[in-house]
């Protein structure tokens, strides 16, 4: 069961523009949300996180909204650069997951210079 | 302070044999985990180790299992290995000293089954 949701598999933006990651979740226990970027050939590394207590969190060019009501965070990186090119998860957690955490399949954006 | 460590990087195996992943987590990191990425699929959860015991586990066959030494360093075992089994399998650690942590993440074993 996919319990989290990237539905748009790519997206495309112009250096210095707004990119904006969508992800949806099914579980309404889930209380721990974390977006990572992936390089290829390289593991996922942590970008940002947000705890369901909040509905924004925000770290230099990247910030996280949650609505918990739509079941539905996203990211947005301002302004956009091409270093930026990855593959972006979303995941999320439920309280003592023990690291159990549950994947978006990705979403590959590619900033245009 | 070195990343998490996954040997081999490639591997090539063919239906029925079996095989050994292998991680080193950050040092000072207790807990393991490991994680299956396929194309479309996103990361499924395998199972995660703390103090050479499993907490927890995925909704994955027998056929995988996993363990994890005394050092914290785990290795990751599939048995009968089938088609569907090709994948990057990753590593990941943390402190394990909140509930709520970050993963690092290794850079994958990508195995595939001929």
């Known amino acids: 069961d996919q319990q989290v949701k990237q539905n748009s598999p790519s997206l495309s933006v112009q250096e210095g523009r707004i990119s904006i990651l969508n992800c949806d979740y099914t579980?309404?226990?889930?209380?721990?949300f974390l977006w990572y970027k992936k390089y290829p050939a390289e593991g996922p590394t942590f970008l940002i996180s947000i705890s369901s207590i909040k509905d924004k969190n925000e770290d230099g060019r990247f910030t996280v909204f949650l609505n918990k009501s739509a079941k539905h965070l996203s990211l947005h990186i301002v302004p956009s650069q091409p270093g930026d090119s990855a593959v972006y998860f979303c995941?999320?957690?439920?309280?003592?997951?023990?690291?159990?955490?549950?994947f978006g399949a990705g979403t590959r954006l590619t900033v245009k210079p | 302070k070195a990343g998490v460590t996954q040997t081999p990087r490639y591997l090539i195996k063919t239906r029925g044999q079996q095989v050994t992943l292998s991680c080193s987590p950050i040092s000072g990191h207790r807990s393991v985990s490991w994680y299956q990425q396929t194309p479309g699929q996103g990361l499924q959860f395998l199972f995660e180790?703390?103090?050479?015991?499993?907490?927890n586990k995925g909704n994955f066959p027998g056929r995988f299992s996993g363990r994890q030494f005394s050092n914290s360093r785990s290795e990751m075992n599939v048995s009968t290995l089938e088609l569907g089994d090709s994948a990057l399998y990753l590593c990941a650690s943390s402190l394990a000293q909140a509930d709520n942590e970050k993963l690092f993440f290794g850079s994958g074993t990508q195995l595939s089954v001929l």
């Open positions: 180790y703390f103090s050479e015991t499993q907490r």
């Open positions: 579980n309404s226990m889930f209380d721990y």
């Open positions: 995941a999320a957690s439920v309280p003592h997951a023990n690291n159990d955490m549950r």
